[in-house]
């Protein structure tokens, strides 16, 4: 019987532990910690309503579409983003479909597209907005990183598409490939850019690749937390989970999830009735009733 009830002690113990780690989860081979979360409360509320998780396949979903999460990298706070209508080097995909990555206006702040991704935008009018002012005014495709148009178009897939012609220019118009960074249109959209495709890649080599073939396709997006993040990294450090909650007015506010309680501040404070804070942890006091109960068992 003592026994059954140190396993059982034990065991509350365990749960206890296990409730600080609520948000961690996983789709797939992806880590989702914060400020991502696909459960309700978890992580930052700037990133709510924006990874899915559907048959362990990680989907980000903003305005311009849904993209499937190829990597996410804590340490350089990056998400790299696959977008199924866009180019590579292997097809061209045309018709206009992909929107490239246009984010809603309350989460651009949180989200562009590293200074490294070059976007190659295919087969656009000479109305577009890019090429405003041509001939007299000089269009904005460069090489970004290494990466430009004319190594993209020496790709086999350009022949598959009969689309490929002596260097980029078509006759005395506006070229057929132009590679602009993302600072240059501030979002990608096809429809608004009169393009007919795009593709996306990015390099994160220090050297310079062989050719477009070996290059990482995708959209490699730098996310940011909008202010200081003070709260978060002192709820942490009291074992407590960031996440958010909604207030009475309909808005949102961040909360640190501790064991058995959501505290505004983090898990070494606790408010009393009277309101005063106290410096002592439920999780402590519930360790040491464990301790006293079990050291009371063994004695008897």
Partial sequence: ?????????????????????????????????????????????????LLFCMNDVLMFHISSGSYRVLDIDYAYQSITLHDPHMSTCQTIVLGGKGNGFEAEDWRAPYFNPTSDNVFMLIGCSPKSPIFQGFPEKKVPCRNISGMSCEEYMSCPAWDMVGYRQPGIHSGSGP???????????????LSKLECEGYSSAYNLAPLKLRGPSDWAYGIRVKYELQGSDAFCRACVATSGTCGYESTDGGGLRHVCMCDN??????????????GSSL??????????????????????
């Fill in 1 to 49: 019987m003592k026994i059954l009830i140190i396993l059982i002690l034990s065991s509350l113990a365990l749960m206890e532990l296990c409730i600080v780690d609520a948000c961690r989860s996983y789709c797939g081979n992806i880590t989702i910690d914060y400020p991502f979360g696909i459960r309700n409360g978890c992580g930052h509320p700037g990133y709510r309503d």
């Fill in 175 to 189: 070229p057929m490939c132009c590679a602009v960074g993302f600072e240059s249109v501030k979002a990608i959209n």
């Fill in 261 to 274: 309680h959501n505290s505004t501040t983090n898990c070494d404070s606790v408010i009393t009735p009277t």
């Fill in 279 to 300: 410096s002592v942890r439920p999780k402590a006091i519930g360790s040491l009733i464990l301790y006293f109960i079990t050291m009371n068992i063994g004695f008897q």
